[in-house]
């Protein structure tokens, strides 16, 4: 009666055994691998330091043209309130003609035109300003746009306080920024960053490690032993899996020190988010090397599927909701949007249940289904 019991769990044993010694000589081989250590550890602080210090989507010292047709006290006020901005770098001329040659030849990026009865309308409440942006650059003359009109309602509400009266039309507008106080775009260039080093050590590392096993043909040596392919798969992947952990961890612990950006999330709900899609990644990358079976089919491939889409589609740099309805659907293959979205509500938001559950859900699947996957096309390359 207990021969089957012992049998299963002899068997369960030996299987044990196996995966045991396969992560063995897998880590071994990791750690004398530097391009493996180097692309798992060096690279996501290198990526964490180069994006994070070199994108950066604020606009500074804008040089702009300051046209003063009078040289009253209000109109050097309202100079000066951009001569105190660290959004502007301003160059004050005389004519209107200047500051557009200035602005044709790209010498300044906006011209600030403060006309010769600007303190008279100041004085009727009326006073007008006239800002000229340079639109080459959308975003930029955007946010400049923005910075100036700031710039100018901070000066009249100064203004108004110091006459005691209420400025304009009498309405005090309050603005303020959730969730970014500082409007800071290392806060959400920071997390996204992590989607990229996650997809970088579990996609494209397992899928140019494994493509190196079957070229060299060490995978058919494996094959004709007692091992079963889950279990290579299994003994291939956790050591890759820790090190995309550690990668995380170097990550979390930059973004803190170097961006000063807040976890205001769980630190257990941020690992295990990640290692869903650590999973996702690895999935991929498994399954892109039993299809391809060469390094640079599988590098071309990995970039193409995981790391374009994690850049340019999960919302890393673009909100999707900003893209056509055609290119919005398609993100949603990805599973990077996914990750982006948690990443972000968890660094800077918190717990938001209602994001972090079916995002996650989402990435569940996705692991469950790739790694699947992964294992079907190893079997299907056995027989």
């Given at each position: 009666m207990n021969q089957p019991v012992d049998s299963s769990s002899q068997a369960l044993r030996a299987a044990l055994r196996r995966i045991r010694a396969l992560i063995r000589k897998e880590t071994w081989q990791l750690l004398r691998d530097p391009s493996s250590i180097a692309i798992g550890i060096v690279m996501p602080v290198a990526l964490l330091i180069l994006f994070g210090y070199g994108i950066n989507l604020d606009v500074k010292n804008v040089p702009v043209a300051i046209v003063m047709e009078e040289n009253s006290a209000e109109a050097?006020?309202?100079?000066?309130?951009?001569?105190?901005?660290?959004?502007?770098?301003?160059?004050?001329?005389?004519?209107?003609?200047e500051a557009e040659r200035m602005l044709l030849s790209s010498e300044v990026r906006a011209i600030l035109r403060i006309p010769s009865d600007f303190s008279r309308k100041v004085a009727q409440g009326n006073g007008e300003v006239q800002a000229v942006v340079n639109g080459s650059d959308a975003n930029t003359a955007r946010i400049s746009l923005s910075y100036a009109e700031a710039a100018v309602g901070v000066w009249a509400a100064k203004e108004a306080s110091r006459k005691g009266t209420l400025g304009g039309s009498g309405v005090t507008i309050e603005s303020r920024?959730?969730?970014?106080?500082?409007?800071d775009s290392s806060y959400f260039l920071v997390p996204g960053l992590v989607v990229l080093v996650m997809t970088l050590i579990g996609a494209l590392l397992t899928a140019l490690v494994m493509a190196r096993e079957w070229e060299r043909g060490t995978f058919e040596a494996l094959f004709v032993t007692p091992v079963r392919s889950t279990e290579i798969l299994l003994g291939k992947t956790v050591p890759y899996f820790l090190l995309g952990l550690?990668?995380?961890?170097?990550?979390?612990?930059?973004?803190?020190?170097?961006?000063?950006?807040?976890?205001?999330?769980?630190?257990l709900v941020l690992t295990i988010v990640s290692m869903l899609y650590l999973l996702v990644a690895l999935g991929l990358g498994l399954a892109i090397s039993s299809i391809t079976?060469?390094?640079?089919?599988?590098?071309?491939?990995?970039?193409?599927v995981t790391f374009l889409p994690a850049m340019?589609?999960?919302?890393?740099?673009?909100?999707?909701?900003?893209?056509?309805?055609?290119?919005?659907?398609?993100?949603?293959?990805?599973?990077?949007?996914?990750?982006?979205?948690?990443?972000?509500?968890?660094?800077?938001?918190g717990n938001i249940w209602s994001v972090i559950l079916p995002n996650a859900a989402v990435l569940a699947g996705m692991a469950t289904a790739l790694l699947a996957l992964a294992v079907r096309m190893t079997r299907k390359r056995i027989a």
């Open positions: 050097r006020g309202l100079a000066s309130a951009f001569e105190l901005s660290s959004y502007f770098s301003p160059k004050p001329v005389k004519t209107m003609a920024l959730w969730f970014n106080e500082a409007n550690a990668g995380l961890a170097l990550c979390v612990v930059g973004s803190r020190l170097l961006f000063g950006v807040p976890l205001r999330g769980s630190l079976k060469s390094q640079f089919i599988a590098s071309q491939v990995t970039v193409l340019m589609l999960s919302g890393f740099m673009f909100d999707p909701r900003s893209m056509p309805w055609a290119v919005q659907i398609i993100t949603y293959i990805f599973p990077g949007r996914y990750f982006v979205t948690l990443l972000q509500t968890l660094f800077l938001a």
